[in-house]
């Protein structure tokens, strides 16, 4: 059974980057049918859709987070990783890594626990 | 990017109830909509995708319906655990956007 593990530093300072790492276990990263991807929730708020990346190296980001965002992928560690630059209190959020199934739907059919991440000095 | 309305932004209903969301798109998108279950301080649950085809494991009460602009979701029979939000989501173009959710209580 497929299974997503974020894991990252919980509190980061106000202009620095924000690093998290998504593992993946019970099934390959390397795989032709799914794009990995994270995806965010502030608050009380909503989701919100950071970008993806596929076992090859290619990205997709949210245009509202471009400039500040970095997704890559290991495929010997199975894991992919999200950077976030120049952090805000905005960016306090949940932060979930998830599989996204390629083809017909682009659905998040695997998500992981999501990990809290506060923004604080 | 494609805006995603969805309606009630809460609503309340008893077990046994037939509870409908609405779902709409600012573009057409064909079926390219998905829907999630979220619990609290639980990751989301995919229950639907593409529009009505429903994911592996989820009861069958749930159906998902709907092409183009309007979608809905429809729990047939309220259980005490469907009790959660429910998020629509378009995945027509990226950004890959959500609906703001609605919160289904007793």
């Known amino acids: 059974q497929l299974q997503l593990q974020e894991s990252g530093p919980g509190l980061v300072k106000p202009s620095e980057t924000l690093s998290l790492t998504c593992t993946v276990s019970?099934?390959?990263?390397?795989?032709?049918?799914?794009?990995w991807g994270w995806i965010r929730q502030a608050p009380g708020k909503g989701l919100e859709w950071i970008g993806t990346i596929y076992y090859n190296g290619d990205t997709n980001y949210n245009p509202s987070l471009k400039s500040r965002v970095t997704i890559s992928v290991d495929t010997s560690k199975n894991q992919f990783s999200l950077k976030l630059s120049s952090v805000t209190a905005a960016d306090t959020a949940v932060y979930y890594c998830g599989r996204i199934v390629i083809g017909d739907s682009y659905c998040v059919d695997v998500w992981g626990q999501g990990t809290t991440i506060t923004v604080s000095s | 990017d494609i805006q995603m309305t969805q309606s009630p932004s809460s609503l309340s209903a008893s077990v046994g109830d037939r509870v409908t969301i609405s779902c709409r798109a600012s573009q057409t998108m064909s079926s390219y909509l998905n829907w999630y279950q979220q619990k609290p301080g639980k990751a989301p649950k995919l229950l639907i995708h593409?529009?009505?085809s429903l994911q592996s494991g989820v009861p069958s009460r749930f159906i998902g319906s709907g092409f183009g602009k309007d979608f809905t979701l429809t729990i047939s029979s309220l259980q005490p655990e469907d009790f959660a939000i429910y998020y629509c989501q378009q995945t027509y173009s990226t950004p890959r956007t959500f609906g703001h959710g609605t919160k289904v209580e007793i």
């Open positions: 593409g529009a009505s």
């Open positions: 019970g099934g390959s990263i390397s795989h032709n049918d799914y794009y």
